[in-house]
C-alpha cells in the first residue's frame, strides 16, 4: 500500500496501461439495430519510487439519448491518500477521492484507441 | 483430503490448465503441509463442491515464492496477522446450472470466501492476501468484499494477476 497526500499523487502523471473489453461486449453487432451497452475495464499506472495502480471498470452506453463513457465503479487501487497529518482517509473514503482522480483523466480517449488498435489487429466477426 | 486433491485437480488442471505437477489425479503442492488449513464446501451427498486453502505467512506461502513482483517491490507480509488464501474455487461440477468456471458469481463461491475469511479472523488474520487475476478481483468488488491491491496487475502467462489484501472485518459483514 502506497500512502500519500493527494497533492504528492497529482505531482505524478498518471498513465494509461491497459484496457479491455469484457466477453459479452465483444460482439456487439449481436444487437444490431438496438441500444446496447459496452463494458470493460482499464488500468492506469503511476511510476514513482513504487508503482501506484489504479484499475475500474467502465461502460459505453447511452445516457439521455447520448452515448457516453462512464466509470461504473469505484478503483480498485493500492494507493491510500493520507491527509495533512498523515493520516489515512478511511478506506471508502478513499476510494471516493481516487475516483475524482480518476475522473479528471481523459481515460475514454485511452481506452478507445487501445480498443480500436485490438480491433485492428483482431480476425472479422462471422456469424 | 483425496476428494479435496481430486477437485483440484479437476478445476485447476483439467478446466483451467494450470501447469501443475500432480500425483495421478490428485493435486498438491509443496504448500499442503500439516498447518495448511483448509475450507470445504460440500453438497448433500457430501461430494466437494468448493475449496479455499489458507496458509499463514509466517511460514513459506505461493505468493512469496513463486509471485512476489506482484508486491510492488515492498516487504512482502510475514506476520501471525495475514494470512494467504489459495486454490479458492466453488466450481460445482454435479450442477446443471451456470458454468463451472464460475468462481464468484455463485452464492456458493460468496459463502465459501465469507466463511474463509471467518476463519482465518479466528486463526488471527487482520487481513488475508491471494493472488488473483483481474476478472477475479472484478467479481470481488461486485460482490461487495473490500480489497486492496498490493501492486500493479502484471501479465503472467498470459494472464494478468495481482495480489489483493482483503480485510478479515468487512463492513458488509455488518449489514
Known amino acids: 500500500m502506497i500512502r500519500l497526500t493527494l497533492e504528492e499523487l497529482l505531482s505524478n502523471p ?13 460482439h456487439p453487432r449481436l444487437a444490431c439495430g438496438r441500444p446496447t451497452t459496452i463494458s470493460g475495464y482499464t488500468e492506469w499506472l503511476c511510476w514513482a519510487a513504487q508503482p501506484m495502480s489504479l484499475g475500474w471498470d467502465w461502460q459505453l452506453g447511452v445516457v439521455d439519448q447520448r452515448v457516453r463513457w462512464q466509470r461504473t465503479e469505484l478503483p480498485r487501487t493500492n494507493v491510500q491518500i ?33 480498443l480500436a488498435s485490438h480491433q485492428s489487429n483482431s480476425p472479422p466477426y462471422q456469424s | 483430503m483425496a476428494d ?19 500425483e495421478g489425479e490428485l493435486e498438491y503442492d509443496e504448500f499442503d503441509r500439516d498447518d495448511t488449513v483448509y475450507v470445504l464446501a460440500q453438497d448433500e451427498e457430501g ?33 501471525p496477522e495475514v494470512w494467504e488464501l489459495s486454490r479458492f474455487a466453488a466450481a460445482d461440477f454435479g450442477s446443471s446450472k451456470g458454468s463451472p468456471l464460475a468462481q464468484f458469481s455463485s452464492r456458493a463461491a460468496i459463502d465459501l470466501l465469507r466463511e474463509s475469511i471467518r476463519l482465518s479472523a479466528l486463526l488471527g488474520a487482520k487481513k488475508i492476501v491471494t493472488v488473483s487475476p483481474l476478472g477475479v478481483e472484478r467479481l470481488l468488488r461486485a460482490a461487495n468484499f473490500e480489497s486492496q491491491r498490493a501492486g500493479p496487475p502484471i501479465s503472467v502467462g498470459g494472464q494478468l494477476l495481482c495480489a489483493c489484501l482483503i480485510p478479515t472485518v468487512q463492513a458488509h459483514f455488518a449489514a
Request: aromatic share 10%; charged share 15%; with cysteine.
Open chain 1, 82 to 114: 493520507i491527509n495533512s497529518a498523515g493520516v489515512d482517509l478511511p478506506w471508502v473514503q478513499n476510494l471516493h477521492c481516487l475516483a475524482t482522480v480518476v475522473d479528471s483523466l481523459a481515460w475514454p480517449s485511452a481506452v478507445r484507441a487501445q
Open chain 2, 4 to 22: 479435496m486433491a481430486r477437485y483440484r485437480h479437476r478445476v485447476f488442471v483439467e478446466k483451467l490448465g494450470w501447469p501443475l505437477r500432480c
Open chain 2, 47 to 79: 461430494d466437494v463442491v468448493g475449496t479455499a486453502r489458507l496458509l499463514p505467512t509466517t511460514r513459506p506461502y505461493l505468493l512469496a515464492k513463486a509471485f512476489p513482483a506482484l508486491w510492488g517491490g515492498a516487504d512482502l507480509p510475514c506476520s
Open chain 1, 14 to 26: 498518471i498513465e494509461h496501461y491497459l484496457s479491455g473489453l469484457d466477453k459479452s461486449s465483444q
